[in-house]
Structures are given as C-alpha cells and as structure tokens.
C-alpha cells in the first residue's frame, strides 16, 4: 500500500491540475513522443511569450482532476501527453498549433476552452482566427475603404458644382 507521503503528493497534484484547469481560459491536451528536450523547451519559451505553461502529468492524476471538475477525456489519456493551460483564450491554442505545424511528433488531440470540452475541429478553427493586431489592421482596411470612397463621391459634388457657377 503507498505511504501515506506518496498519497498526500498525489492529492497536492491533482489539486494543482484542478487549480489550473479553472484558472485558464483555454487547456490543450496533446501527445509528444518522440519530441527532443530541446523540442520542448522551445514550446515553453513560445508559450512563456503568451502567458501560457506546459506540463506533463500522469495520466491517472490528470483523469482524477477532470473527474473532479465532470469532464470526460479518459479516452484521450492514453500514453505520453503533455497539456497547456493558456490564461488567454487564443494565443497559446495559437502557439502550440504553429509549433506542431513545424514539428510533425506534436499531435493536438483535444482541448478545453471556458469549461468547454471542444473537439480537434474547434481547435484549428480558434488557430485559424487572425491576432488582435490582424483583425484591427483589417477592420480599418475596411473603414479607409469607406472613407476613400465618401472622399471621391465629395469630390465629385464639389467639382459638379463648380462647373454649375
């Protein structure tokens, strides 16, 4: 039977993992076997830029806290997974998919976004949105179009008017 030591570690993880998992806005699950050291400390630095961390639990202790909190991803919990809880709802869904586009080993599997269990689908979706920058830098693309063109319609009056005096 374990000691009551090894218990209390195990107890003190899982409370960690629960802590996590309700304190980030989005929580990837993805497999990395085969991936270097190097590998994946290049992921913690990316997803360090983003306020996002990267851990690596046993399986059982992970299940004990997703039980914990009624969510049911036992069938994805199988062999080498690492997870990454993201305070931001899109930059670490968006780091850790450029890296696996870059690194073939890294497999998202499934994920978490505001409580929700999301399918691999909505992952590459969320992926796929353009930064805060890309969309304000779009949205007033679409204004100057706007105003370029209430800028030649004004001049047009103005000139019409000119050729009636």
Same mark, same amino acid.
């Given at each position: 039977?374990?000691? +009551? ?6 107890? +003190? ?17 993805f497999?990395?076997a085969e991936?270097t ?6 992921l913690r ?5 983003? !306020?996002?961390?990267l ?11 997703? !039980? ?5 991803l036992?069938?994805?919990? +199988?062999?080498p ?6 305070k ?10 450029s890296?696996?586009?870059e ?10 976004v ?6 691999? !689908? ?9 930064s ?19 800028s ?14």
């Amino acid at each position: 039977m374990a000691s +009551e030591k090894i218990l209390n570690a195990k107890r +003190e993880t899982v409370a960690e993992i629960t802590n996590k998992l309700k304190n980030s806005q989005s929580v990837i699950l993805f497999r990395y076997a085969e991936s270097t050291v190097a590998d994946m400390q290049e992921l913690r630095r990316e997803l360090k830029k983003v !306020d996002s961390e990267l851990k690596v639990y046993k399986n059982t202790l992970v299940k004990r806290a997703l !039980d914990d909190m009624n969510i049911d991803l036992s069938s994805f919990l +199988e062999g080498p997974n690492a997870i990454v809880f993201g305070k931001e709802l899109l930059e670490p869904i968006k780091a850790l998919d450029s890296f696996a586009k870059e690194h073939k080993n890294v497999e998202v599997i499934t994920g978490i976004v505001n409580g929700e269990v999301v399918t691999l !689908d909505a992952i590459k979706n969320y992926a796929s949105i353009p930064s805060m920058e890309g969309l304000l830098t779009m949205f007033a693309g679409g204004l100057i179009e706007h105003v370029k063109n209430l800028s030649i319609a004004l001049n047009l009056y103005a000139d019409q008017l000119g050729d009636q005096n």
